[in-house]
């Protein structure tokens, strides 16, 4: 889909209508954003017959698939008779299955807070942030409050960012979508911005809400000024920007969540307010997440009774999420091949631990935490 002035001209037709769509729903207006989405729908399937590849046939036809679906949903509630896909394909030429290539990662992901160790000043804030307005949008209005906006996840890799967002979707019981920033960069011209507009093109026609969650976002998020920054990098910056500020508060169950380990490569229009209304700190855990986080990767392991979980957590100190997992798996190889190769089936003991604390070290340095603890305080 090249980005030519015809191409302009119907996705901002397109976008107009959905978001005309968005509104009619906050107004209670069922038959107004069944109407609009029936329209974008028509304009979607005339894309189909128009489109010469095949990849942007399947793309243009699953969208308006659930466009229509939606606006036959609307109108069996309002009594009125929905129009069928065929008769808007006999229009517009038949529409093809949705490929492989096409499906995004989205899902319902069975993760909520309880799973998660630790973090309780993070989970608050999410709650406060993102979960209570959700539940309670009557709330809000009464305080004058509005939901929406963004949340940028930072801290050093291992710490559970990409788990903290997958809770965050269980939790509102919403579909997850997980896209990592090398999903959409693209070593051709335009390709890069055309897989953004579609990642945000999806994302609006989400009409039950969503939590939708970028990883890594500072390759494609970094400050526009800095040294040896690209035009391509540029203008993909650019466009996110734009998407960014044209889904603010549209749908009004739509949640936009970011994740990086390097936050001060960040460009500043990205982080403000209401791009991204918050930014929240995952440190290192401390001793009693340590523990929990010890005793679920051990919990379907024999443990010997010279093992003290306690004793332990206070020896990791230091020690990201990641790194205990690694730890624990190392430990639990010593008996394992000793268990294959001469058949002594022992429980896991305090040596093992032992062993491994001294082959895993800290992947997170001294002078690393401080940068993040200092950027945090910004």
Known sequence: MSSTPGKEDFRRRLLGLVDAANGALDRHDGRAAAECYARASQLLFAQVAASSRLEDKVQFARRAQQLLSTAAALRGESGEAAPTSQALAEASGPPQPAGRTEQRHRLKTGVTFADIAGLEEVKETLRLRVIYPMRNPEKLAKYGLQMGGGMLLFGPPGTGKTMVARAVAGELDLPFFAVRSSEILSKYFGESEKHLAALFDEVRICTTGAVVFVDEIDAIGAARDREGASEPARRVLNQLLQELDGVRGRPAGL?????????????????????????????????????????????????????????????TEGYSGADLVNLCERAKLIPYRESVESGSDRPLACADLDEALRRVRPSVSPESLRKYEQWAMK
């Open 255 to 315: 949640l936009f969540l970011a994740a990086t380990n390097e936050p001060w490569l960040l460009d500043e229009a990205l982080l403000r307010p209401p791009r991204f209304t918050e930014k929240c700190y995952l440190p290192l855990p401390e001793a009693p997440a340590r523990r929990l986080l010890l005793e679920l990767r051990l919990r379907d392991c024999p443990l010997a009774d010279d093992i003290r979980l306690d004793h332990l957590a206070a020896r």
